[in-house]
């Protein structure tokens, strides 16, 4: 069964450094999603993209963050300059049509120190 | 806000007994998916519930839909060990629209 994949699966890194997450989504999907979820809490939007541009992106969602689609299939989350509280499970989601259901992938687990 | 709001916020049961969740949402939606996550692990799927349905099974579980107050409830019966796990509700109102997660319900089966 196809599946979203989410690498790297961790990631540590400085507080002031880049990051890049990366997706790549189901194969026939047009809709694609980031998520986040601080430890203990609730799951939170960020951004959802379609044809190549941002549909609509959360407050969370600043200057700091971008997002694109390089190629055919992967699906990238930047955060430029890392914070201590970015420090959160990030997941991307995947659906074909806005009518189905949103596939996660298994998330990266982000640290910053 | 849309958002969904799942109770009980923790249940603990027997191995075998029945669960049941239930979820409050504030406006109108499209569709509810309900959402098992263990520990620190990914979200997984579990059943998508439209808004003109009413009850939807899949194996053990069975999702009501009630969008007159705006609300709906996860039954997962004979319960195993394994289906100790958080359980989220989520919820869509537009096409293009985010989901929208409620807090969740944390499960444990006791063996």
């Known amino acids: 069964e196809p599946e979203v994949t989410q690498t790297p699966s961790h990631q540590v890194t400085q507080m002031g450094q880049e990051v890049i997450l990366r997706c790549v989504p189901i194969?026939?999907?047009?809709?694609f999603y980031w998520y986040r979820q601080i430890l203990g809490q609730k799951v939170e939007f960020l951004v959802s993209f379609y044809n190549n541009e941002i549909s609509e992106k959360s407050e969370i969602f600043d200057d700091q963050f971008s997002v694109e689609r390089p190629d055919g299939s992967n699906f990238t989350l930047k955060i430029r300059s890392t914070k201590l509280e970015d420090s959160a499970m990030y997941f991307c989601?995947?659906?074909?049509?806005?009518?189905?259901?949103?596939?996660f992938g298994p998330g990266t687990r982000l640290l910053v120190l | 806000s849309q958002q969904g709001e799942e109770d009980p916020q923790a249940l603990s049961i027997q191995e075998g007994e029945n669960a049941t969740m239930n979820c409050s949402y504030k406006t109108s939606i499209n569709n509810l998916q309900w959402y098992r996550q263990n520990s620190g692990r990914g979200l997984v799927h579990l059943i998508l519930?439209?808004?003109?349905?009413r009850e939807k099974h899949s194996g053990r579980l069975r999702v009501t839909l009630d969008t007159s107050k705006k609300s709906s409830s996860l039954l997962i019966t004979a319960s195993r060990a394994a289906d100790t796990a958080s359980y989220f509700c989520a919820t869509d109102a537009r096409r293009d629209d985010k989901i929208i997660f409620g807090k969740g319900t944390r499960l444990h089966i006791l063996p």
């Open positions: 194969s026939n999907h047009l809709y």
């Open positions: 989601a995947s659906r074909r049509d806005t009518r189905e259901t949103q596939y």
């Open positions: 519930i439209r808004s003109n349905e």
